[in-house]
């Protein structure tokens, strides 16, 4: 109960319905939608989505006006025509391996931007403090092709909606494990964005993007940030790198909203990357992301999934981890997996499911004021992007 003339705390919005299973490629593709459907299942079964102070909500698909803000004209007609006729357009990206054509497919797309903007305005209008949309994140998409699984950009849409809407200024951190080119490249010289992304090396992962010089164009030099980390990085070197750098730029930058992407194929049993990240560092991640939301963003915080292909040991606990931490019902590692989850798993792919949310791996957090080691190959990577946009913010490369 709240005092006379205090309003109620606004909910967490969680985007979800059935509907938003549409967005799959088809039978043996990574991206397939049972991994949405798994973690939804999951976070159910955890009580995280169920009473008060949590709003789920169902998305349309979004209009042709809405993503022509990021998108090019011809490409969402191409989309549209690929989706009612079934015709490629591998020029821009449709009818690929990574990208084949699939019935509603621009239906499918666009009810997932649809999903991530209205969820952002939820946040910045006050009638939600927090919002998750796991289904989004298809931080690849360009303007006029689809690329890496990716369709239409929804981060890079309703963050646009945001500046529309009257923010001034919207920081976007994404902790996938495949650079975050596709937003970065739609905020390229816009110093409204701050795009900041962790990930493996572009040296030796799609999308071959995302090293520490690319700061941004010449009218928003220091905007864009990218950590560049080594194949085979662990939970102590990613959230090192992650501690190192995104605090104190998202804290200089001062955004009145914070999107944050959470692929969660950094994972050391994804079968597309190469980095050692367990479950209890993509939690431990979340919460860091969730405090600096309220430590700089007036709290408004709008979660992403992603990336992510190991289905069912990996994706719904990290992202039930995610909805935990945004709907303030926090997941103890040590927490058992609910025996009907995990029967559901054995019913439907011949297997039980792991048993708890946690990987066992104890955290060993190493901060950067632990001091620099020039040896350490994930160190070096650190150093170098903190020496590129460091500067650019009135920060002290060595000491901040």
């Known amino acids: 109960m709240t005092s006379r003339g205090q309003r109620p705390p606004a909910p967490v919005r969680v985007v979800w319905s059935t509907d938003m299973l549409a967005y799959d490629f088809g039978h043996g593709h990574p991206m397939t939608s049972e991994r949405v459907e798994l973690t939804i299942r999951l976070a159910e079964d955890l009580g995280l989505l169920d009473g008060g102070g949590v709003e789920l909500v169902d998305a349309p698909p ?10 090019e004209p011809a490409y969402v007609a191409a989309v549209r025509a690929a989706s009612e ?29 649809t999903g991530t903007v209205d969820a ?15 289904t989004g994140g298809l931080h690849h998409a360009m303007p006029g092709a689809a690329s890496g699984f990716c369709v239409y950009n929804d981060a890079a849409v309703a963050i646009r909606a945001l500046l529309a809407a009257g ?31 962790v990930h493996e090396t572009g040296a030796a992962l799609f999308p071959g993007t995302g090293f520490a010089q690319e700061v941004g164009g010449p009218g928003a030099t220091g905007s864009v940030v990218n950590v560049a980390l080594p194949a085979g990085t662990d939970d102590t070197g990613w959230l090192r790198a992650i501690e190192a750098v995104v605090p104190a730029v998202v804290r200089e930058f001062a955004p009145d909203v914070l999107v944050t992407q959470h692929g969660c194929d950094s994972h050391l049993m994804d079968p597309l990357t190469h980095l050692r990240v367990s479950v209890d560092g993509q939690r431990a991640a979340a919460d860091l992301l969730h405090d600096l939301a309220h430590e700089a963003a007036h709290g408004r915080w709008v979660a992403l999934g992603g990336g992510g292909y190991a289905v069912l040991d990996v994706v719904p606990r990290s992202w039930a981890h995610l909805l935990g931490v945004a709907t303030h019902r926090p997941v ?65 490369p060595d000491l901040d």
């Open 167 to 197: 923010a001034e200024r919207v920081a976007y951190v994404d902790v996938d494990a495949h650079h975050g080119d596709g937003v970065q490249t739609v905020f390229w010289d816009d110093p409204r964005v701050l795009t900041v992304s």
């Open 332 to 396: 103890d590692p040590s927490t058992d997996v609910p025996q009907g989850w995990r029967e559901l798993v054995r019913d439907r792919y011949g297997r039980l499911g792991p048993a708890r949310m946690t990987d066992g791996r104890p955290l060993r957090l190493r901060p950067w004021s632990a001091g620099y080691d020039p040896a350490d190959d994930v160190d070096r990577a650190i150093r170098a992007t903190r020496s590129a946009v460091f500067p650019s913010w009135g920060l002290d």
């Open 62 to 71: 979004a209009s042709d006006a809405l993503l022509t803000t990021v998108h």
């Open 85 to 113: 006729h079934g015709t490629p357009d591998p020029a821009r990206g449709l009818g690929t391996s990574d990208d084949p054509v699939f019935p509603s497919m621009h239906e499918a797309a666009a009810r997932v931007v």
């Open 120 to 134: 952002a305005l939820a946040v910045w209008e006050g009638r939600a403090e927090h919002a998750v949309n796991v």
